[in-house]
């Protein structure tokens, strides 16, 4: 049955999306399909930092450690720029820029004057290493990429056909100065003209996928999709803000963020950074993560919203140091990227008494949209990444063949939207394969749909466990290793078996100050939780000192993983 916070948020929705309201929405046909899409949203992102940022003109926007930019002071140096790299580097719309930097002020501000200048803000890994970041380049074809001292290393020697144009990290007119042009006046700027010149149809980003499996592909979307992925958070932001204020919360205080996460990954661009233009929302940067630094400045800042991956805010909960800082001002310690161990939700309420865990549920391809569960429904079925966003997300759980399974089955999660990326960049083929005819995006991910409609991924498609003709799901055996109090983290893979054809294989880390753990004996409280043949045997089971290794979305990846324990075992 719907709960009282379902259908709180239900109306609430309900009343948003009514005529005349400002996400009441109207059928939008892509590719022969009608979808909802959003009434009266900006047509493309120069047109939205446009208006918010001279709504918000005088808000403070970037905090980056000694730079502190607002909405205004932003927008103006994105015209600078969206300037110079017409009038200088000779952008044309649609041209592929990258950026390939570590977060910053001044990569904020470059992804504005891209979209500004009418190119196509093509975000760069800033993990990768050169030959893998040369790749991107030329999948994208980029005309210009805007590298900081780093990334520019390593492409030394590689090839990539780009023109790298260095930036830094300091004041946005020293650190883009090579991409700096002020414009004689505002009305004949770069920025306004395009504004008459850019549509929704137009190209808007490329984004990456993880690489979690072969090369990275580049996913990209028009300005309509990413608009629509943006206003759809903030939709979910004002039904966030209508329930409090109802319940007699006060919200007047502006809205802050830690930008914990990358920035080029699709958590750290939408819901983030992008959705913080409508919301007036300042963005406290961080160049590394450090749980306790996190806290220092969550607590100086005053920060309302915590996102990260799973592991962070866990981090931050069972922080030994937590106590000394004073975070009572967030509410919010939201997590994607990756699903969060059921163990954690109940350890960061207990750790935050007066915020709460929240997850959602979307991908590169999707915008980031999704599905999302909230406070109170989320800590009852905290197994679960909730119910579709509306008023845009259809949801699907297909067969291989594109059909519904019954309400309760396990198949493929599908999302239908029209915040749907359009395809992967010069892959028609995987593009082809991406989508159902009637264009539901087929997200990779296997789960089901309880009786209230809430979805539970249950593992990668790709990803599960094929045990002598039983699947194990990943998920369910890194939830019971979790449950062990003195787990900091873990991953479960599967491993070539002659005998069984694949069995599981897991590798864990003890948390900073606490007693070793053998393999047997985490062996031995896993086969007390879960079925024996899905606990690997003690010879699969290694300890480490070290951080697992992480994709550039800091999700663990599992692929290296795989094959360095595939290796192992062969030369043993």
């Known amino acids: 049955m719907p709960t009282q916070l379902d259908n709180a948020l239900d109306a609430i929705m309900t009343e948003l999306t009514k005529e005349g309201q400002p996400f009441h929405t109207t059928p939008y046909e892509r590719d022969g399909t009608p979808m909802p899409a959003f009434t009266v949203a900006p047509p493309t992102l120069a047109h939205y930092f446009a208006h918010f940022c001279n709504e918000h003109k005088d808000v403070p926007f970037i905090v980056d450690g000694d730079v502190r930019l607002t909405f205004g002071e932003a927008y103006g140096a994105a015209m600078c720029v969206a300037e110079s790299l017409v009038a200088e580097h000779g952008i044309e719309k649609g041209d592929r820029i990258g950026i390939a930097a570590r977060n910053s002020a001044n990569w904020m501000i470059a992804y504005m004057g891209i979209a500004m200048a009418g190119g196509c803000v093509t975000l760069l890994n800033g993990f990768w290493g ?26 030394e020697g590689t090839e990539h056909g780009a023109k790298l144009v260095m930036m830094d990290h300091n004041s946005p007119a020293e650190g883009l100065a090579n991409v700096w042009k002020a414009p004689a006046d505002q009305a004949s700027s770069v920025a306004m003209q395009m504004l008459g010149q850019l549509g929704p149809d137009d190209l808007a980003t490329i984004l990456y996928t993880s690489g979690s499996t072969g090369n990275s592909k580049g996913a990209w979307s028009d300005h309509r999709g990413v608009i629509a992925g943006v206003m759809s958070y903030v939709s979910q932001s004002a039904m966030a803000k209508i329930l409090l204020e109802s319940q007699g919360e006060d919200v007047s205080a502006q809205p802050c963020a830690l930008v914990a996460v990358p920035l080029f990954h699709v958590t750290g661009e939408v819901p983030l950074f992008l959705q913080s233009y409508a919301i007036a929302r300042k963005l406290v940067l961080m160049p590394k993560w450090d749980a306790e630094e996190a806290l220092r400045l969550m607590d100086a800042e005053k920060v309302t919203y915590f996102v990260g991956v799973p592991l962070m805010s866990y981090e931050m909960a069972t922080h030994p140091n937590r106590d000394q800082y004073d975070l009572s001002a967030c509410r919010s310690f939201a997590a994607g990227g990756a699903p969060r161990p059921i163990e954690h939700v109940t350890k960061i309420k207990e750790a935050f008494p007066g915020g709460f865990p929240l997850l959602g549920y979307g991908l590169t391809e999707t915008n980031a949209v999704g599905c999302g569960n909230f406070n109170e429904n989320y800590l009852a079925k905290p197994g679960s990444t909730g119910r579709p966003s509306q008023p845009l997300v259809e949801l699907a759980i297909l067969d291989d063949d594109g059909n519904p399974v019954a309400q309760g089955s396990v198949a493929e999660v599908c999302i239908r939207s029209v915040a749907n990326f359009r395809g992967y960049w010069n892959n028609e083929e995987a593009t082809q394969a991406a989508f159902t005819q009637d264009q539901f995006f087929r997200t990779g991910d296997l789960g089901y749909v309880d009786e209230d409609g809430y979805l539970y991924i249950v593992d990668r498609k790709k990803d599960i466990i094929i045990r002598g003709g039983e699947n ?38 003890v948390k900073d100050g606490r ?27 290694w300890v480490t000192d070290e951080q697992l290794p992480r994709l550039g979305t800091q999700k663990i990846d599992k692929k290296s993983l795989r094959e360095t324990y595939t290796r192992h075992l062969a030369a043993a």
């Open 130 to 155: 050169g030959e893998e970041l040369a790749y991107g380049i030329r999948l994208a074809e980029c005309k210009i990429v805007l590298a900081d001292a780093g990334r520019a290393k390593r492409l």
């Open 472 to 509: 194990i799901t990943c998920i369910e055996v890194e939830d019971a290793i979790y449950a062990h109090d003195d787990i900091a983290e873990c991953s479960v893979f599967g491993l070539p078996d002659e005998r069984m054809g694949e069995v599981p294989a897991a590798i864990f880390r």
């Open 515 to 541: 007693d070793p753990i053998s393999a047997s004996q985490l062996r031995e409280f896993l086969l007390s939780r879960i079925a024996p043949f899905k606990v690997p045997l003690e010879e699969h089971i």
